[in-house]
């Protein structure tokens, strides 16, 4: 009877690291790392509720994109092979200033307009509102004195204080509350010449 | 000697107690930073890459829309469908989808959905922008395109 009592209760632990192991095997085969990351764009509202409202915008605060469905670009009516000099083109034109009177009155006024055709990919849609995007990205990042990968950690969240004051900083602020730079980017209805 | 001899009964195993622990931390990390997969993709989906990457804050408010050619080209045809949740919808049918995903909103994060429409790249623009039009039709005006991340050379 003693014999019994001083046995001590222990339990064999060594194949927690076994049990351990395939609870974690199961969760990486069955989980995809969530990927969330991407070009945000902001629609204009439904179009049966806008009034017809027929603005005049001068042809000189328009920076006019077109691909058509070979995938081709037209800018600013001609044509363009390398897609990595439109972010020095956009970038030039909302800074314009009223400088070059064929380009941008002031950055408020001026429009980057993209159309497609409806046989564009979405690759090559993609690649040049990257390059809008980063254009106007790099434009407020050198204002704000930070980095560009810093700016759109900023843009995506600036609920911090000194975040908010770099992201006011980087985008102005106009008297009346709007932005000094807006990203004025118009995506046009595709056209339908090509399939 | 005696010297000598001590150190040669010196343990030579290396502690396993704290194996456990470490491989629960690992585990526990791949639990918090992983979703589980809520449908099963049934389009092709190579992303388009990009540069200027802007992430999301509120995962619940982000529904998503998968668009790109049929995986099963023998039953659904080679033309690009969209998927939303678990079936094939049509363009016109997106009003009502919006409408059923705000429905499962909280009331005060309604107007704020965000679409995510991952789009292949092969994809057309007509398609897309058809969608886009239905979106702006149902109020939800805030879209994303998912990309991956350009790795620069």
């Known amino acids: 009877m003693p014999k019994r009592a001083r046995q001590t209760p222990e339990i064999n632990s060594s194949s927690m690291a076994d049990i351990a192991f395939l609870l974690l095997i199961f969760f990486l085969v069955t989980t995809t790392i969530a990927n969330d990351k991407g070009l945000f764009l902001l629609l204009p509202p439904d179009p049966d509720q806008l009034e017809d409202l027929d603005i005049k915008i001068p042809e000189r605060n328009l920076f006019k994109i077109q691909i058509n469905s070979a995938d081709r670009l037209l800018v600013e009516n001609e044509p363009l092979t390398d897609t990595d000099e439109l972010k020095g083109m956009i970038r030039e034109f909302v800074l314009n200033n009223g400088r070059d009177p064929e380009s941008s009155d002031n950055p408020q006024k001026a429009i980057v307009s993209l159309k497609t055709d409806r046989g ?10 990257d390059q809008i995007k980063g254009a106007y990205h790099d434009i ?3 204002r704000a004195g930070v980095s560009n990968k810093k700016w759109r950690e900023l843009a995506a969240d600036h609920t911090d204080p000194e975040d908010d004051r770099l ?7 106009l008297p009346d509350g709007k932005p000094e730079i807006p990203m004025n980017i118009s995506i046009a209805e ?3 010449i090509g399939g | 000697m005696s010297k000598f001899k001590k150190k040669a009964d010196a343990k030579q195993e290396i502690p396993t107690s704290a194996l456990p622990d470490i491989i629960f931390m690992l585990l526990f990390f791949f639990m918090v930073t992983t979703v589980l997969r809520e449908s099963s993709i049934n389009v092709k989906q190579v992303i388009p890459e990009a540069r200027e990457l802007t992430k999301l804050q509120k995962k619940s408010l982000v529904k998503h829309l998968y668009i790109g050619e049929p ?3 023998e039953i659904w045809g080679k033309e690009p469908k969209i998927q939303a949740n678990d079936a094939f919808i049509d363009t016109k049918d997106i009003i009502l989808w919006v409408s059923r995903e705000k429905a499962k909103m909280k009331e005060h994060e309604r107007e704020q959905i965000t679409i995510d429409l991952k789009v292949d ?3 057309k623009r007509g398609l897309i922008s058809d969608v886009e039009l239905q979106l702006r039709k149902a109020n ?13 050379i």
């Open chain 1, 190 to 192: 595709p056209t339908k």
């Open chain 2, 121 to 123: 790249e092969e994809a």
């Open chain 1, 140 to 142: 407020y990042a050198g």
């Open chain 1, 120 to 129: 564009t990919t979405q690759k090559k849609f993609i690649e040049v509102l």
């Open chain 2, 140 to 152: 939800a005006r805030k879209l994303l395109y998912t990309t991956r991340q350009r790795v620069e």
């Open chain 2, 71 to 73: 995986k099963k080209t």
């Open chain 1, 167 to 173: 992201y006011e900083m980087g985008r102005g602020v």
